[in-house]
T-cell receptor, first 115, second 111 residues
Framework: DTEVTQTPKHLVMGMTNKKSLKCEQH?????MYWYKQKAKKPPELMFV???????INESVPSRFSPECPNSSLLNLHLHALQPEDSALYLC??????????????FGSGTQLSVL | KQEVTQIPAALSVPEGENLVLNCSFT??????LQWFRQDPGKGLTSLLL?????REQTSGRLNASLDKSSGRSTLYIAASQPGDSATYLC??????????FGTGTRLQVFP
């Protein structure tokens, strides 16, 4: 199994809603990542988890809250989002921490629309 | 701050052509560089990873070269096919868990 699975594929939410994005991998990878991608732009790093501990937060607003309950699962909790947060949210994983010549495996993303 | 630029931004060619996609980066102190492809509305697929000690990597019709000193990488696609149509992204990486993605090249190969 070389897949990173993201659910849901599409999400529409209001600015007062609370929702969560889910990411799962069963490759035994110990590093997991959240990226945000706006239309026709490259992905931008949001968070990195290494061995289930948050190692990087790229100054992301607190309305985005990541969680890594175990080594296979990564969540992104969303609360009080703004319309400008509408984007494709991508999850990725690697065998070990990036920077050690590890390929990243990406999920197909969650397309989020905030109304 | 690392800045990564890809040229051309878009490319439309008939199938069968050999293609050259360019990537330049401002910070040459990188650990490795990956090339990805992304289909519209989808995630990214890693194509090639070039370690800092290497100068090139090959996979099938794809060949990527890396010149750290000049801050450049090139992706060659031989005998292009319509199935190669996608956006291609380069991503140099320092030893900081961070990939910085380039601006991308949107490729269309028509029959």
């Amino acid at each position: 199994d070389t897949e990173v699975t993201q659910t849901p594929k599409h999400l529409v939410m209001g600015m007062t809603n609370k929702k969560s994005l889910k990411c799962e991998q069963h490759m035994g990878h110990r590093a997991m990542y959240w990226y945000k991608q706006k239309a026709k732009k490259p992905p931008e790093l949001m968070f990195v988890y290494s061995y289930e501990k948050l190692s990087i937060n790229e100054s992301v607003p607190s309305r985005f809250s990541p969680e890594c309950p175990n080594s296979s699962l990564l969540n992104l909790h969303l609360h009080a989002l703004q319309p400008e947060d509408s984007a494709l949210y991508l999850c990725a994983s690697s065998q070990d921490r990036a920077g050690r010549n590890e390929k990243l495996f990406f999920g197909s993303g969650t397309q989020l629309s905030v109304l | 701050k690392q800045e990564v630029t890809q040229i051309p931004a878009a490319l439309s060619v008939p199938e069968g052509e050999n293609l050259v996609l360019n990537c330049s980066f401002t910070d040459s102190a990188i650990y490795n560089l990956q090339w990805f492809r992304q289909d519209p509305g989808k995630g990214l697929t890693s194509l090639l990873l070039i370690q800092s000690s290497q100068r090139e990597q090959t996979s099938g019709r794809l060949n990527a070269s890396l010149d750290k000193s000049s801050g450049r990488s090139t992706l060659y696609i031989a005998a292009s096919q319509p199935g190669d149509s996608a956006t291609y992204l380069c991503a140099p990486e320092r030893n900081t868990d961070k990939l910085i993605f380039g601006t991308g090249t949107r490729l269309q190969v028509f029959p």
